[in-house]
């Protein structure tokens, strides 16, 4: 079977029949493209011409290469690659699978480090209560901070999943949902900001998601908002600390674009609006 046509099969399998999630089958289809992109240089473009010797050769260059890899990357790398040539075998394409004898590498156990109250309490003082902006930041701290719930979860809600008084409806890995539970707090900051600033934000905009702009698109803007409401509390006064805030963001909408642009470049259409 030619490279490419496995590789799409394997990505519909994991996306339809296994229900993983699209962040998760979006690092296997980048991690599959460097596999095939790699055998293709070495005039590999069937799957039967896939040795042992083949993909122990693309593990190593790639743990080899610089930047290194983290170990949870490839560790990813190894299942992305183990995992088509186990589904081949599986649906009886290939015989042999040639990832038989690989091990993935021990990941480094850790324990996970918790914020103190104090930090707690400046990360939600941070978000300007004066600003459209300030209110949906909030919104999203107290929604973390109550639920335990990933950020990935929080950024895709839908109006109807917090519907539901004082409690929300979140789906997980594998598109599975759950009830969780929310506070006085959380429910204060997310009806503050349902009512006073998503009919504003989202006025020019038809609306998807519960949240507004970079956050329901990626995950990674939520980080960026941390380190934003973070360096910000650093400033002397309140005044200064809402001008470094404005201007992280100001940053980030730059950014943002930058990368809207690239977005178009790659997939040949605009991203999907967000609210």
């Known amino acids: 079977m030619k490279l490419d046509r496995a590789v799409d099969a394997y990505l519909r399998h994991v996306s339809v029949e296994r229900g993983l999630s699209d962040h998760t089958v979006a690092a296997y289809r980048r991690d ?7 055998l293709a240089e070495r005039r590999v473009v069937d799957t039967t011409a896939v040795t042992a010797d083949l993909v122990s050769g693309f593990i190593a260059e790639r743990a080899g290469g610089e930047p290194r890899p983290a170990a949870s990357s490839l560790a990813r790398l190894q299942s992305s690659v183990r995992g088509l040539h186990r589904y081949l075998v599986r649906e009886e394409i290939e015989t042999d699978d040639p990832t038989g004898r690989m091990r993935p590498p021990k990941l ?9 109250i104090e930090q707690v309490e400046q990360l939600l003082a941070a978000p300007d209560p004066n600003e459209l902006v300030g209110l949906r930041d909030r919104a999203l701290l107290e929604l973390l901070y109550a639920t335990g719930a990933r950020v990935s979860e929080i950024v895709q809600l839908d109006v109807d999943d917090v519907a539901h008084g004082d409690v929300l409806r979140v789906r997980g890995k594998g598109s599975k949902e759950r009830i969780v539970p929310i506070g006085a707090y959380a429910r204060e900051a997310l009806d503050a900001y349902l009512t006073r600033v998503r009919p504003e934000l989202s006025r020019d905009v038809k609306p998807t998601h519960i949240l507004h702009l970079l956050l329901t698109i990626i995950t990674a803007g939520f980080w960026v908002l941390v380190w934003i409401v973070v360096t910000a509390n650093m400033a002397a006064n309140n005044r200064a600390r809402r001008a470094r805030y404005r201007a992280g963001l100001a940053a980030w909408e730059i950014a943002y674009v930058e990368w809207q642009h690239r977005y178009h470049a790659v997939y040949g259409a605009p991203p999907p609006p967000a609210v």
């Open 32 to 38: 599959l493209a460097a596999y095939a992109h790699w």
């Open 108 to 116: 480094p156990q850790r324990l996970p480090k918790a914020l103190t």
